[in-house]
């Protein structure tokens, strides 16, 4: 059989020496994910066309009322619960991971008491109890002075506080994860360098562990721009609750309920934004850090030198 041209081997030539043959890489078919994709982008597409044409929804009322001034008030309200609350959570959060990792088995069994009670209750009834709260706690007494519970807690500071103390329980189980996730070498290697507790929290620990909390602290505040509109079941003027009162006057009450998620989505949006940028940015300065910063090892050795005066190898 004649080879073609160019391939045949001199004699004495091993085929290792052999030419090496250029290979055509043919890519996989996807017929059948195409011919998914088609049939929900056609099942999107007959949905959306049932819903314009209905009939059931006025459109032409929509744009009106998108920054009507009761709306624009209640995103404000709404960005005020999102960021207090979530201010509230991580700070509590702090405290609960800290005492969750307490020796002490006391601070450790209560701060697991309120992880267990605060995620395993739904928020909604947790609103509604701090709603209700004057039906058992009418008033508090200091001394001569008594301060009514009804006045205490409004609305607005109902709401609050049941988003806040539901959110630190979950704040909490991050901020421990992403503390257990710094290899505790680390934290004894700066203790043997005579670094303070907060010396090495803050130059050591939190530095690493910024970039496992960071992303679960954006979807939480993501998260809660949406559960806030469960503080419109005790009125409290949220985004909801603002649309809630318009429909209760003109009866528009899908339109009014398409504005709320209108502003819902650009708000989750935006936020989605940032979260990307922050994540971006402290990727760069930990990935910069990193090149820079001392390893586990020569934290050790450099340990290992201040304590027994050695070379540290």
Not at 41 to 51: D, E, K, R
Not at 53 to 65: A, K, L, N, S
């Amino acid at each position: 059989m004649n080879e073609p041209v160019g391939q045949t081997l001199a004699k004495g030539t091993s085929p290792q020496d052999r030419p090496p043959v250029a290979q055509v890489v043919i890519p996989a078919r996807q017929t059948v994910s195409w011919v998914v994709a088609i049939v929900l982008v056609l099942l999107v597409l007959g949905m959306a066309y049932v819903v314009i044409t209905g009939g059931g929804v006025r459109w032409e009322e929509i744009p009106p009322y998108i920054f009507d001034p009761t709306i624009l008030s209640g995103v404000q309200l709404t960005l005020i619960f999102t960021f207090a609350s979530m201010i509230l959570a991580v700070i509590g959060g702090i405290i609960l991971a800290v005492l969750r990792l307490s020796r002490n088995p006391v601070l450790a069994n209560l701060s697991r008491l309120y992880i267990w009670f605060f995620r395993g209750t739904p928020l909604l009834v947790q609103i509604i109890f701090w709603f209700n709260i004057q039906l058992f706690v009418p008033h508090i007494a200091f001394g001569g002075f008594v301060l009514d519970m009804n006045s205490l807690v409004s609305p607005f500071t109902a709401a609050l506080l049941a988003l806040s103390l539901n959110e630190s329980a979950y704040m909490a189980e991050i901020i421990r994860g992403g503390l257990l996730a710094v290899d505790r070498g680390q934290a004894e290697a700066a203790t043997a360098l005579a670094f303070t507790p907060a010396q090495t929290m803050r130059k050591i620990v939190l530095p690493q562990a910024l970039r496992v909390i960071v992303p679960p602290i954006g979807n939480q505040t993501i998260s809660m721009l949406k559960t806030t509109s469960l503080v419109s079941v005790v009125a409290a003027q949220d985004l909801l609750t603002r649309a809630q009162n318009i429909y209760a006057r003109n009866f528009l009450i899908i339109e009014l309920l398409i504005v709320a998620s209108l502003w819902y989505l650009v708000l989750t949006s935006i936020a989605s934004g940032i979260q990307y940028l922050i994540e971006r940015r402290l990727s760069m300065s930990l990935g910069q850090d990193s090149a820079t910063a001392p390893s586990f090892r020569s934290l050790l050795g450099r340990a290992a030198t201040f304590r027994f005066g050695g070379d540290g190898k």
